[in-house]
């Protein structure tokens, strides 16, 4: 099925651990990010990549690595997880026109919970 | 960061009734996109506008961008059950970076 697939779709971390969250997409976009959602607070924005080769800083970059070396995959690395890193993790794609992002298509999520 | 306030922060309403909702931004967007998102899925767009005065339709929802550039306004008319969710603005000046508001939740009493 076309769309973004994130996994895993739930994970319970200890503090001080590492993981990353996976994110893959099977329609060509160029542009790629992953954002956190959490109470009250709509989602933020923690990285983003315009293509293969190039990341940049969202909104809430601290904590969180990321790279981008195919169209398809864009991971999200978590360090040290920290209790304030619960949250939901969303991922999403775009195709970009006239160098802007069209509108995302996000995938389904990842609740991860660190203890 | 740049801050995007919704209203109402929730509703409940009857099956039938029409329903308004908005988000306000201290800055200046050229693009402002609307999101819908059901429990426990991903966030999925429902309408993108890219010109100040634009007003585009999707079925029973209709948005407008505002003439301020820092405003967009959201309606659904006849509500139905499965409207039921949160909606979420989003706008951008870069291209690159969307801001999201904190989100509406629309409750539809059958």
């Known amino acids: 099925n076309a769309g973004v697939t994130q996994t895993p779709k739930f994970q319970v971390l200890k503090t001080g651990q590492s993981m990353t969250l996976q994110c893959a997409q099977d329609?060509?976009?160029?542009?790629m990010s992953w954002y956190r959602q959490d109470p009250g607070m709509g989602l933020r924005l923690i990285h983003y990549?315009?293509?293969?080769?190039?990341?940049d800083q969202g909104e809430v970059p601290n904590g969180y690595n990321v790279s981008r070396s195919t169209t398809e995959d864009f991971p999200l690395r978590l360090l040290s997880a920290a209790p304030s890193q619960t949250s939901v993790y969303f991922c999403?794609?775009?195709?970009?026109?006239?160098?802007?992002?069209?509108?995302?298509?996000f995938g389904s999520g990842t609740r991860l919970t660190v203890v | 960061g740049q801050q995007l306030n919704q209203s109402p922060q929730s509703m409940f309403i009857q099956e039938g009734e029409d329903v308004s909702m908005n988000c306000t931004s201290s800055?200046?967007?050229?693009?402002w996109l609307w999101y819908k998102q059901d429990p426990g899925e991903g966030p999925v767009l429902l309408i993108a506008?890219?010109?100040?005065?634009e007003l585009t339709s999707n079925g029973r929802l209709t948005a407008q961008f505002g003439i301020t550039r820092k405003d967009s306004f959201l309606n659904i008319s006849a509500s139905i059950p499965s409207d039921v969710g949160i909606y979420f603005c989003?706008?951008?000046?870069?291209?690159?970076?969307?801001?999201f508001g904190t989100g509406t939740s629309l409750t539809v009493i059958p």
């Open positions: 999403a794609s775009s195709p970009l026109q006239g160098g802007g992002v069209y509108g995302y298509t």
């Open positions: 329609m060509n976009h160029e542009y």
């Open positions: 990549s315009v293509g293969a080769g190039i990341t």
């Open positions: 800055s200046i967007f050229n693009t």
């Open positions: 506008l890219y010109k100040a005065g």
């Open positions: 989003a706008g951008s000046n870069t291209g690159n970076q969307f801001y």
